[in-house]
Structures are given as C-alpha cells and as structure tokens.
C-alpha cells in the first residue's frame, strides 16, 4: 500500500519523536538514580565521620544509637581485629559480610572495622515507581507529539492539495483557466511555473486548432469546384462507359475527402461553444440515413434505421458527421454485404448509439487499433476502398471531448459493431422507429 507524502512523514516524525522522548526519559531516569545513590553515599560518609568522632570520644564503650538516631534505618557496627563485636547503634542487620541490598561503606579505626550501611531498597523502589510513572506516558506523549506532528504536517501540505485540487479539473476545455496563487512563498513560485507551462500548452493547442481549420478551410474550395466539375463531366458523359467509371470514382474519393475535411472543421471549432449545443439524437439519424439512402440502395445494401427521439449533449452537425463517417466505412468496406444497421436508445442515463453491419468485421488483432490515426479500416475487409485512416480517429475525438465513448465489438449480424455512449439530456417525448430501406 503506497502512502501518502504527509502520513510518511507523520509516521516518520513520530517515530524519531518517540525514539528521542525514550532517550531523554532514561537519561533523566539514570540521573535521578545517580542522585539517590550519590545523596545515600554522602549521608553515610556523614555518618561515618560522626561515628568515628563518638570512637574518639568513648573509645571504650561508643554510643553508635545516637548517631543512627539521625538517619531512619541507618545501621553502625565496630568489630575488633578479631572479628568480636565491639559496638552497635540503629536497627542492625550489618555483619562483616553485608547482603548485596545494603549499602555500606567501612574504614579501619585504631584496628577496628567500623561499618556504617542502610538498606538500598527504599531509595531502588522509588526509582522503579518514578520509572514506571515516566515509561506509562510515554506513549500518551508521543501519540501527542505524532498528533501535533500530523496536523503541522497537513497544513504545511494543504496548499499543495488545494493546488492538486484546482489542477485536477482543468483539460483542453478549460485552457484559459490558471491556477490561484494565494498561499506565499514556494508554492506560489511553483504555482507560477505550472501557469507558465498551461501558457505554453494552450498557445500550442491554439495553434494546432487554427493550423486544423485553416486547412480545412483552403482544402474545401478546390474540394467543391473539383465535385462540381466532375458532376457537369458525368451529366454530358454516356453512362456505363469507362469514363463515366473514372469520373464516378474520382467523384467518390472526393467526397470522402470533403467528409474528412468536414470532420476537420468540426472539431477544430472552439469547444465551449460545441459544449454549449444539444441534438435531437433520433432526428439526426434519421436526416443522415436520408442522405445516404441512394448510395445504399445503388449498393443493394438494406439500411435499417431505428431512430428515438432523445436529446444528448452534442451539436447536430457533430453527431451527423460521426454518423455519416460510420455509414460510409460501413459502405465502402462491405465486400458480400447486405445489411447496415443504424439505431439509438437510452440506457443508465446515457444515449447510446449503435452501427453494425453483416460485413467481414473488424480485425481480431485489437479493437483499438481502428481509433488511431492513419490506420485505414481495410484488413479483412475490401482492400481496393481503403479509407485515409483519419475519420474514425476523428470520431472519437469528437465524441470524447463530449465526455462520451466510442468502441467497437464483433457484431451479432457477423460484421463490425460501433457502440457510442454520449450523455444524456433530458428525453423528448416523441419516440419513432422508422425503418429506412432501399
């Protein structure tokens, strides 16, 4: 699981924290058992001066009692040189051989062992009490500290977010849109870099848009005097002769490249005015399949279109180009083709739109393939009508900047099948189902 840039560093923090306020807590812990045991040394070194000073003064018969009386649990013993006891004073327990639990110091006094001690238990459980009040917050205090850490943490990181945030909903159709730089400092400097790059982007797509639609533009005229020379050859030309053939195919090809070129045009324009339109999906299947129907029944080929009114949120001319560049391929590409079917209907919010055909269909080697530019649909299909391999990259241009999708599956009629999912609007009331035929 990767985590995030601010719980890392939280975790990381915490963690140093606790390992530091660990290490600050022995210390103080060690210090404070030092100073028990130094403050013990120097109350029985004290007593010990105090005791040799009694010896001094009743060398016979010492009365160590009131020089323990000053020190609770404070034992003083003098021994021979043999080893017999000469004197004691406190509540005793002191042998020759103290007990490990007892600290004692001794000295040699006129060739006695004089021993002062006092049990070290009282002084180790209190450092063990401290010790165990000090380790039980430990973890309180750390988690505080992990607490304090995090929220730091998280608004030094907030403004990073908000820059995420606001960077997150820009695309090419928001291109003149900036991000605010309100927060001081890096991040406005860096807030500044990124505008500077979204500069650049947009002055580049402007570009590549004016290039698109000046082209389409100087390509159309010559396009339609072409069309119409042709036209005026083949009305003075006999029929079924091989010129009229080579007129007919000549006019064919430019046809095909008025539509690409329409495409073109099409999505060159700007798209918040393409965003702002919505069609009647139905009725523009249906003004398509009325342009298409002569061709079709020339080719023999039965278009069956299944058309409801439903609104979705694409301009008419959009969705008729996407529609005719469909029917086209579908055309064009039919080699034993009898059937081209052109439907639309509302499914989860969302228009879908459907052309399929009983042709050879598309090549099993990718369904993505057919989107990409200048990859003509002619494997498996009719390889004397290739296409430019621009309309379907086009299409799906088109239907993706609508927030829609295009993709393509194997028919249930044998061929190819193109789904189109385009956001719906809300639903006219009239429905239709007009089958259009040769």
Known sequence: MKLHY????????????????????????????????????????????????????????????EVAGGYPGLSIVEYSLEGSLVGHGGPGGLTLHPPSSMAVIRTSVDGNTLEVGISSQ?????????????????????????????????????????????????????????????????????????????????????????????????????????????????????????????????????????????????????????????????????????????????????????????????SASEIETIIENLLSNALRTGIAKRIVRLQNFELEAQNVIVVEDDGPGIPAQGTESPFAPFVPTQAGRNPDKRGFGLGLAICRRLIEDRDGQIEVEKSDLGGAKFIIRLPSSPSLTRHTEPHIGM
């Open 122 to 314: 009282p002084t180790a459980a209190r450092v063990d009490h401290l010790t165990y009040l000090v380790w039980m917050f430990w973890a309180p205090l750390t988690a505080a500290v992990t607490l304090a850490i995090w929220f730091a943490a998280r608004s030094v990181f907030a403004p990073l977010k908000s820059i995420t945030d606001q960077a997150a909903i820009l695309d090419d159709r928001c291109l003149n849109v900036r991000l605010e730089m309100i927060y001081g400092g890096e991040y406005d400097l860096f807030t500044e870099k990124l505008n500077g790059l979204l500069d650049r982007i947009q002055s580049s797509f402007n570009r590549q848009e004016r290039f698109a639609c000046d082209a389409a533009h100087e390509l159309r005229t010559p396009l339609t005097v072409l069309s119409g020379q042709l036209q005026e050859k083949l009305r003075v030309t006999a029929l079924g002769s091989a010129e009229a053939g080579v007129y007919e195919g000549l006019l064919a090809e430019i046809e095909r490249l008025s539509s690409v070129v329409d495409m073109l045009l099409e999505s060159s324009r700007p798209k918040g005015i393409r965003n702002s339109q919505k069609a009647d999906v139905g009725e523009c299947l249906e003004r398509s399949a009325s342009r298409w129907l002569d061709r079709f029944t020339q080719r023999e080929v039965f278009l069956d279109v299944v058309a409801e009114s439903h609104l979705a949120a694409i």
């Open 6 to 65: 601010q719980t890392r560093l939280t975790l990381v923090a915490g963690l140093c924290s606790g390992l530091v306020i660990a290490l600050i807590f022995a210390t103080l812990l060690q210090l404070v058992a030092r100073s028990e045991s130094a403050g013990l040394q120097r109350d029985l070194q004290l007593c010990l001066e105090q005791a040799k000073a009694e010896i001094k003064e009743n060398p016979r018969k010492p009365d160590f009692n």
